[in-house]
């Protein structure tokens, strides 16, 4: 099945910019979605096909995808931007959904 | 408001079944595919299946974890999900999330999952 690698952790002064990666086999033939989950909370969708933002997250939050990576991007980092961070796509071959698994953002 | 709300978690034995539900509102539940997500204690986020919306088709799939094991099933009249576990393991203690596709009336099958319910916990032991 197909494999999604995310770095398990990245860490980024307040007011940097952090960069989380997703690395597959050729994903930029696929759309990514990421997701934020915070410490007792559910996933909450941030960005979908690649580079759009759902309503209510804020433009410092940005997407890209190209080659064997895909990139979530968070400028103008803030302490509530601390959370785990997942990738996900669609296997074609197989029908199922993947997830990356997942990187901590510290906010130092 | 567009609400998901799983129950039927539990403390449930190695070997048993347990069947959980999705309840929702706030949204036209039949035009939607309903997705189930778990996470183990300190793991990430591990896809379980999905099961489409009848007018939209197309077979239920299952992670191969859980494949001939569980089974999603849907009741449009009272706009629930299920996910029926049988012979449970300690792997398959998890946080479970029930999530619903982006798009209602969407034949897209690599669409992201924008609302999730708060999950419900399943614990397998003795």
């Known amino acids: 099945s197909y494999v999604l690698t995310q770095p398990p952790s990245v860490s980024v002064a307040p007011g940097k910019t952090a960069e989380i990666t997703c690395g597959g086999d050729?994903?930029?033939?696929?759309?990514v979605h990421w997701y934020q989950q915070k410490p007792g909370q559910a996933p909450v969708l941030v960005m979908y096909?690649?580079?759009d933002r759902p309503s209510g997250i804020p433009e410092r939050f940005s997407g890209s995808n190209s080659g064997n990576t895909a990139t979530l991007t968070i400028s103008r980092v803030e302490a509530g931007d601390e959370a785990d961070y997942y990738c996900q796509v669609w296997d074609s071959r197989s029908d199922h959904r993947v997830f990356g698994g997942g990187t901590k953002l510290t906010v130092l | 408001e567009v609400q998901l709300v799983e129950s039927g978690g539990g403390l449930v034995p190695p070997g048993r079944s347990l069947r959980l539900s999705c309840t929702t509102s706030?949204?036209?539940?039949?035009?939607?595919?309903m997705s189930w997500v778990r996470q183990a204690p300190g793991k990430g986020l591990e896809w379980v299946g999905f099961?489409?919306?009848?007018?939209?088709?197309?077979?239920?799939q299952y992670a191969a974890s859980v494949e001939g094991r569980f089974t999603i099933s849907r009741d449009d009249s009272k706009s629930i999900a299920y996910l029926q576990m049988r012979s449970l393991k300690a792997d398959d203690t998890a946080v479970y999330y029930c999530t619903r596709d982006r798009l209602g009336k969407s034949t897209a099958r690599d669409d992201a999952f924008d609302i999730w319910g708060q999950g419900t916990m399943v614990t397998v032991s003795s």
């Open positions: 099961i489409r919306s009848k007018a939209y088709g197309g077979p239920t």
């Open positions: 050729n994903i930029a033939t696929k759309s």
């Open positions: 706030g949204f036209t539940f039949s035009d939607y595919a």
């Open positions: 096909y690649d580079r």
